[in-house]
């Protein structure tokens, strides 16, 4: 039988309940905190090395002063978990987004503009490299600041090659150049196979975006172009590889490729001669194939169009303050401490990055972790550094046009016909997104 | 005064018992409510809207379902899901069915090998397809190292569209500790008097499995099957971690991954709460069918 005290029992469990369900993270928070700080929640995508550079200067500013306490917390899926969160009302104060979100986060109204900040404080665009200031901006409007950055170069296995290529001096210059290394290196068994390929563009940082490399983009006049002349000639650069190499040749050198991350990386475990990649690469270098001699050059560019030299692409991590934010201004003072040069060089030595910011030490450069940290950072202030495309479909685009490029690779159909039907997909996936998400 | 109220002592019994039933169900009924009900038919709203999570969401009828009659890689990903929903659910059944049987022999040791069989299925699939990666890998992998040493060719499993799907196939064998665990009830419950009875009339191991130990144990069979359907046209972590974008050239793009996408890729959650309403309907309209075939095969004990 139920009695009274049951009854009450239960009537307490409920609202027990109720009452922990309305007890939010946040006063919890403060609560454990132990003083009157106000907690300024980060949520961040790292773990591993980059989390504990970054952990290190989240501890510097805790230290720095005793008004605001900043709680790191590692998120994976940030991306998606900012954008709910912010829907419900109820996001970190700082985000550490890519740069490559700030466009569909800002058309989506996630975001806080922080130019009024940024003048106050002095960060303008001087203070800063002009293509990663250029990832931050949108329409007018200052989205993010920059933690660690990336460009692309070519890391080059010296065992691997022959004595003509065996220094960053003597590495070819220009595509024709890049050819004849490729034929010469790259190496196939007696039965076909594939032993060692002297690079695969699609390796790697940096395999999405070559129309660039060539001069192109992906967008002409407000519409999607990812089937122009050029941007047909890049990919049949890149399909020649495939054809080079045979379609099942590659598939089946491509399918013992290991995880990026350890010592089966095509790159680390010799299969690959060359490998595209960021300035942090040289970690997994340290860390999985120690023994490896390596030199990093710049990629060749176009013959007969010097204009091209200096193509790398651009990455930027950043961190963003999403719109209704519980506590902007102390947000910002973060964000603000994590400009400074020396917390920025720090931060970006530990992550072994190179600086987004204009003004670099020599201490950073001669002592970065990564030995050639000086090619890194002067590709990012090439003018021909591009980044993502300045659209809020960018994520189709990446994913359409990788498909076009898998469809012509696996020679299902021919370079044209791939790029004509990605054209086409994305024309529409345009059309929608200036109805449905600018049209305010 | 129990008169004069109307309501006697048992009836004011019974309705406290209700109102304390109904508080002790009541973190259920919110969970439900919250959790379930409200997301369920939000979703139904927002599949008739213009909805990207941050705006307001914008009546539009049925144009997210106009669109995805004429959506190229929607028909695909639908295509691949019930492909690998054919092949998968038939040979996890087999698979599930004859370990059950085999664990249901009264061997040494028995307890060990169940707990064996059982322990893969609660390994989580993101470990799980990590895990895959490697046995697939066609360099490194202990599956084609085993292969090549028997003379068998060696697929390059993860980078060929021909072999995406039965990479995911083969995998899914590996789950079957559940399903197998629910057969082995069902094994066990087959009273041992029909195996008498068979032995008597001369049946040999084939003709007691077929006409004994099936026909008794078709409901847990229709069961994992419906189950199988439903979790098989919903795959969606192993295919994501194995092969990102679904590639090589969409070969392993899966409903549910083009739905994540759509949704928090794309921001475009009215077109992806249409192709969740989509989805289940074809998974209704394959559950109803699975259950109309079904029945004349299927025989429930005392019915």
Known sequence: MITPVATRLATLAVLAAGCLALIGSESAANRQAG????????????????????????DGFNASQSKIEVRYLSISGIAEKTLL???GGNPPDVA??????????ADADALTDLNGYAQKAGLTKDYYIPAYWNEMTYKGKLYAFPTSPGTSAIYVNRALMPPEYQTAETFPKTISEFE?????????????SMETAAFLPREGFGGGSWPFLFGGSYTRENRIDVNSEIDLKAWEWVHSFAKRFGVHETQAFRSGFGNYSSPQNPFLSGKLAAFMDGPWFSNYIRLY??????FVVPFPYPDGQPELKGYTVLNLNTLMIPRGAKHPDEAFEFVRYVQKQEVMEKLCTGQFCNSPLAKVSEKFLSEHPN???RIFDQLARSPRAVGPVKVGIWSQISQEVGNAVDVMDLDQLSPKAALDKAQLRLSEEWTKYQEQVLAK | MDEVSGAGPRQMNSRRDQRVGILFALPWILGFTIFLAYPLLSSLYYSFTNFSILRSPRWIGLSNYKELMSDEVFHLSLKNTLTFAAASVPLATICAILLAMLLNTKSKGMAFYRTIFYIPSLVPMVALGVLWLWIFNGHYGLLNEGLSRIGLPTPPWLTDPAWSKWTLVIISIWGTGNAMVIYLAGL???????????????????????HVTIPMISPVILFNVVMGIIGSLQTFALPYVMFPGGQPARSAYFFS???????????RMGYASAMGWVMFGITLGLTLLALKLSAKHVHYEGG
């Open chain 1, 96 to 105: 550490g987004l890519w740069s490559d979100q700030v466009v569909q986060f």
């Open chain 1, 371 to 373: 030995k050639a940290i």
């Open chain 1, 85 to 87: 969160a912010t829907s």
């Open chain 1, 289 to 294: 194939s120690p023994k490896t001699d390596w």
């Open chain 2, 257 to 267: 991954m083009y739905l994540y996408d759509t949704a928090f890729q794309f921001q």
């Open chain 2, 188 to 210: 066990q419950d087959v009273p041992q008097s029909l195996y008498e009875a068979a032995d008597i009339d001369g049946a040999r191991a084939w003709g007691k499995t077929r």
């Open chain 1, 180 to 192: 004849t290394y490729v034929k010469k290196v790259s190496k196939k068994r007696s039965d076909g």
């Open chain 1, 35 to 58: 003083s009157k700080r106000i907690v300024v929640t980060y949520w961040e995508k790292w773990n591993g090395d980059e989390m504990q550079a970054m952990k290190k200067v989240v």
